[in-house]
Nanobody, 118 residues
Framework: QVQLAESGGGLVQPGGSLRLSCTAS????????MGWYRQAPGRQREFVAVISAGGNADYTNSVKGRFTISRDNDKNTIWLQMNSLKPEDTAVYYC????????????WGQGTQVTVSS
C-alpha cells in the first residue's frame, strides 16, 4: 500500500520560512496529482496547493506569492516552500496524492505541525 510521509514542520517566527517535504513509499508520484492541505485547530481541513503530473501548480489565494509547490518524480518527493509565514498559517499540514483523473483513490500522509509564532 502506498504511504506518504511528511517532514519539515516546526516552530518559526512570523516572516520566516519553512520547507515541507512529502516522500512516497514506492515509485507512484509519477502520474499522480500531488497536493498540500492544512488543518488549523477548530477548523476544517483546507486546500493549500496542488501540482499536476505535468508540473502545473495552483494555490489557494491566501498563500499565492508566498508558497511554492514543486516535485521531483525521480525522488518520489514533493515540497512546499513557505516564505513570509504568518500566524494564520499555523496548522497541521498534510500531503495528498491520487492518480490523475481518480481523485477518490487518494492517499494521505500523517501530517506535520507548522507553528508560526513570536
Amino acid at each position: 500500500q502506498v504511504q506518504l510521509a511528511e517532514s519539515g514542520g516546526g516552530l518559526v517566527q512570523p516572516g520566516g520560512s519553512l520547507r515541507l517535504s512529502c516522500t512516497a513509499s514506492i515509485n507512484i508520484i509519477n502520474g499522480y496529482v500531488m497536493g498540500w492541505y492544512r488543518q488549523a485547530p477548530g477548523r476544517q481541513r483546507e486546500f493549500v496547493a496542488v501540482i499536476s503530473a505535468g508540473g502545473n501548480a495552483d494555490y489557494t489565494n491566501s498563500v499565492k506569492g508566498r508558497f511554492t509547490i514543486s516535485r521531483d518524480n525521480d525522488k518520489n518527493t514533493i515540497w512546499l516552500q513557505m516564505n513570509s509565514l504568518k500566524p494564520e498559517d499555523t496548522a497541521v499540514y498534510y500531503c495528498r496524492g491520487h492518480p490523475a483523473g481518480y481523485s477518490s483513490q487518494d492517499v494521505w500522509g500523517q501530517g506535520t505541525q507548522v507553528t508560526v509564532s513570536s
